[in-house]
């Protein structure tokens, strides 16, 4: 018998993250790091790509129609233009354009863009075989033009520059050395790269009704931007 959970079990799994999504700290802040201990014991690790199975088609065929996921070639992606030729075939189904693509230890990150170059969703790489699908976390939960909650646009409560002073401030209050780039605004967020040394170290999202913040603690070290 496979390994890998059931669809089913799959989607209540990520039904379980969204009321985790939605909680605050004190500061008004979710934290990837630590609320979300309480699914399945781990953090977003333990119901994301890369866990449960060891690739994407951990969470991706059965769910929605496989709308979130397409399956790799089974060679492992090892080049920043690898990543970019899947990531290129999962935004022709909606009709986007691949923007920034990034290589981390455990995973290649692709933003994609609308054909007018706006900002639409943020999508992951299975660098074992190719596996390509929308981020877990904020595009996921959060999107809400192409997540799982998709009421399409409605007005952000927090604007860029707030986005950005509630990285900081977030980073702050956990006594970080941590810095933030500018904030790109996604439907229903916005993601910014986090800096050490004013060189890229990660990225982390704000909630632009909220102002809730998801660390993006998958992504592993940083390694190139292409």
Not at 24 to 43: D, I, Y
Not at 93 to 110: C, D, I, K, T, W
Not at 198 to 207: A, E, Q, R
Request: proline share 6%; net charge positive; aromatic share 10%.
């Amino acid at each position: 018998m496979s390994s890998r959970p059931t669809a089913a079990a799959l989607a209540a799994l990520v039904l379980i993250a969204v009321p985790i999504a939605a909680c605050s700290t004190s500061g008004g802040a979710f934290s990837g790091t630590s609320q979300n201990r309480s699914v399945m014991g781990g953090n977003l690790q333990s119901w994301a790509p890369g866990m449960m199975g060891g690739t994407l088609q951990s969470w991706g065929p059965g769910m929605m129609g496989g709308y979130y996921w397409l399956p790799g070639d089974g060679v492992p992606v090892t080049t920043l233009a690898r990543a970019r030729t899947h990531a290129d075939a999962f935004a022709r189904r909606f009709g986007l354009r691949v923007g920034e693509v990034m290589q981390f230890s455990r995973n290649f990150y692709a933003e994609l863009r609308t054909p007018a170059g706006k900002p639409a969703t943020e999508i992951l790489v299975d660098p074992a075989d190719g596996d390509t699908g929308i981020e877990y976390g904020p595009a996921m939960m959060w999107n809400t033009e192409y997540g799982m909650h998709q009421r399409g646009a409605i007005p952000a409560r927090f604007t860029p520059a707030q986005a950005q002073a509630r990285a900081r401030q977030w980073l702050r209050d956990r006594s970080s050395d941590l810095t933030v780039g500018e904030a790109e605004a996604y439907p229903g967020y916005y993601t910014l790269h986090t800096l050490r040394s004013g060189k890229i170290d990660g990225m982390l999202s704000v909630n632009a009704s909220t102002g809730a913040v998801w660390d993006h603690t998958w992504h592993g070290r940083y390694i190139a931007t292409g």
